[in-house]
């Protein structure tokens, strides 16, 4: 079994500052991770993957993101805040190299930023 | 443009009617996902084909659903006599089957089908 809990369903920061978007994983296996973003009206896209390389992973536009196993935790921040951050965040599991194929999504969360 | 279409991608429909969907996946891409997604949820996974063969059904799938890939190119998916509980997202991905012994490749999403029973 295999499961995400994003723990903020709506984080708020201004323009420049810090992202912090946090993320609780359960998995059976050694888990694959990723975060995904999706802008209203568009697809989702991949903004980063973690799959048991290096545990400090660094995705598209400036997101990072830490594997933590003792802490069950991959959360994704970012140094400084974007006006085109401002999206929904997906915190995804997946189990796919051990033969369970289907991603598993958090709830999400809506990260809106203050001019 | 070589990424994953689904069509239409708006479908307004009265309850009890049928619909289709479909997708297309990148042309390499021999894995194929439905997922549905409702408001202020995240995406659910439906079912699963690797090539023409379905090889997993979430119980999410009710006996109304079918999806099918008959060449393992594009997939369609079916709701029959639908209801106002179908309204959604639906939403189709693939991915390639990666390299031998390399990390997972990731699953790249369409757009999206948006359904509204009325």
């Known amino acids: 079994a295999q499961s995400v809990t994003q723990l903020d369903s709506h984080v708020s920061v201004s323009e420049g500052t810090p992202v912090l978007l946090r993320c609780n994983y359960s998995?059976?296996?050694?888990?694959?991770l990723f975060w995904y973003v999706q802008h209203p009206n568009k697809g989702l896209q991949l903004l980063l993957k973690?799959?048991?390389?290096?545990?400090l992973v660094k995705g598209i536009n400036g997101f990072e993101a830490e594997f933590k196993k003792s802490e069950t935790s991959f959360h994704l921040t970012k140094p400084s805040a974007h006006m085109s951050d401002a999206a929904e965040y997906f915190c995804v599991v997946s189990a796919a190299w051990f033969g369970n194929e289907k991603l598993t999504f958090g709830t999400g969360t809506r990260l809106t930023i203050i001019p | 443009d070589t990424g994953v279409s689904q069509n239409p991608r708006h479908k307004i429909t009265k309850r009890g009617q049928n619909v289709t969907f479909r997708c297309d996946p990148i042309s390499e891409h021999n894995r194929l996902y439905w997922y549905r997604q409702t408001l202020g949820q995240g995406p659910e996974f439906l079912t699963y084909f690797q090539n023409e063969a379905q090889l997993e059904k979430s119980r999410l799938l009710s006996d109304r659903f079918s999806a099918e890939r008959p060449k393992g190119s594009f997939s369609t998916l079916e709701i029959q006599r639908t209801e106002q509980g179908d309204s959604a997202m639906y939403l189709c991905?693939?991915?390639?089957?990666?390299?031998?012994?390399?990390?997972?490749?990731?699953?790249?999403f369409g757009p999206g089908t948006r359904l509204t029973v009325l």
């Open positions: 973690y799959t048991s390389a290096a545990t």
């Open positions: 998995s059976s296996y050694s888990p694959s």
């Open positions: 991905a693939s991915r390639s089957r990666g390299t031998s012994g390399g990390p997972v490749s990731e699953q790249f």
